[in-house]
């Protein structure tokens, strides 16, 4: 089994920056691609932002030039910064990873979310 941990979110004012960061632990061999997603109230979840294992990302328009995805890969850890924070932000924050267990090809698994609150 594998456990996606996030963290990082929280509070914060229009203009301002938060880090996430998403830990996958368990019965992991490799992780292809990560990412984050988000779910605003009354709205579909939506892609953020992704990053394959080589290190190439994409992002929603929305965000681009604001948010930045990595990922280190020897701590199965992916991170989000976000900066110039907008109130069209908040959101539920969730992680995600195609995680390739042992002997087995990729499983998708989801974090549990993290609030993300932007006020004006």
């Known amino acids: 089994q594998v456990q996606l941990v996030e963290s990082g979110g929280g509070l914060v004012q229009a203009g301002g920056s938060l880090r996430l960061s998403c830990a996958a632990s368990g019965s992991i061999f490799s992780i292809n691609a990560m990412g984050w997603y988000r779910q605003a109230p009354g709205k579909q979840r939506e892609l953020v932002a992704v990053i394959s294992s080589g290190g190439s990302a994409a992002y929603a328009d929305s965000v681009k030039g604001r948010f930045t995805i990595s990922r280190d890969n020897a701590k199965n850890t992916v991170y989000l910064q976000m900066n110039s924070l907008k109130p069209e932000d908040t959101a539920v924050y969730y992680c995600?990873?195609?995680?390739?267990?042992?002997?087995?090809?990729?499983?998708?698994?989801w974090g549990q979310g993290t609030q993300v609150t932007v006020s004006s």
């Open positions: 995600n990873a195609a995680v390739v267990p042992p002997g087995s090809g990729y499983v998708n698994y």
